[in-house]
């Protein structure tokens, strides 16, 4: 039975990763930035977070491009119902996305997407074997169409993607689980996206975002040292125009490694994270991904 339910969870991570055709090119990845190794507290929280993607044109282009994408995110997280097994959670996100040519340097901010999500605890504190423990949710949700949109962003020479909202609502799932076996742990966590069409008619691509993670929870006076090690990935489909034809350009897909420090006390969780890229092919490799950012205070309650 217990090996049946490890598989279920892993099933349901690959199944993810099939399920997804091939990003809008640079940026989307801000949209999703989960909730990382709060999952393994099961708290309530209130968090404030940053999130920092960059892009630049391959050197065989005979052009210079740096994208930057920015995001600050304050969700809350709260359990509901018999149990506390009813997790809602609400995000309000801020955007800042820039590109720079050896000539200009353009800007577009505001604010993005909301997101709201309900999730169900699934399995809690199921113990598999002598002494680990297995915690699995899973979930739906909406990206609501509050951000700053702009259908006609290509008369100033942007991409669609440079939209700080999307213009059109989003689906989302989510599945997150937590195996922990004293102070060490993994976590698995998936989200997909599927995005309905703008007044336009343009669709932007789905999008899956998954992220495997290791980590140890060190004791120090007051305080919990927790540093982890994983792997992020993210696939991302075309996007279509109204005509159902893919646009040029969009799609695609990156693994990176990424490693972190968080610090815990009793109220308090806060955290930054570095991510490489290990593997990646975005715009039809026109463009490369850099280096990515992610730290986060929040409050437990």
Sequence with gaps: ????????????????????????????????????????????????????????????????????????????????????????????????????????????????????????????????????????????????????????????????????GRGALGYIFQLNSVLSNGKNGVVLSANYQINSATETGYRYGNQLTSQLTLFRELPLKQLKLIPNLGLNFEKITKDKYTNNNTVPGTGGNGLFLSSSVNIKTEKWLTGFSYAIPLADKYSDSEVKAKGRIVCHVSYLF
Excluded at 129 to 139: D, R, W
Aim: hydrophobic share 40%.
């Design 1 to 164: 039975m217990i090996k049946k339910l490890v598989f279920i969870v892993f099933s349901c991570f690959v199944l993810g990763i099939m399920s997804a055709n091939a990003c809008d090119v640079c940026g989307a990845g801000a949209n999703n930035m989960g909730i990382g190794l709060l999952t393994n507290f099961r708290s309530n929280f209130i968090r404030m977070g940053y999130f920092q993607s960059s892009f630049t044109s391959n050197f065989e282009h005979d052009y210079s491009v740096k994208d930057r994408f920015e995001q600050i995110d304050l969700t809350i997280r709260y359990s509901l119902g018999k149990n506390n097994r009813w997790k809602a959670m609400a995000s309000l996100p801020f955007g800042k996305n820039s590109r720079t040519t050896h000539d200009e340097n353009q800007i577009e901010r505001g604010m993005a997407d909301c997101r709201f999500n309900v999730n169900y605890v699934l399995l809690n504190n199921l113990k598999v074997g002598e002494n680990a423990m297995l915690y699995v949710e899973a979930g739906t949700g909406l990206s609501i169409p509050t951000g700053k949109f702009d259908s006609s962003i290509h008369d100033r020479n942007l991409p669609e993607n440079f939209n700080i």
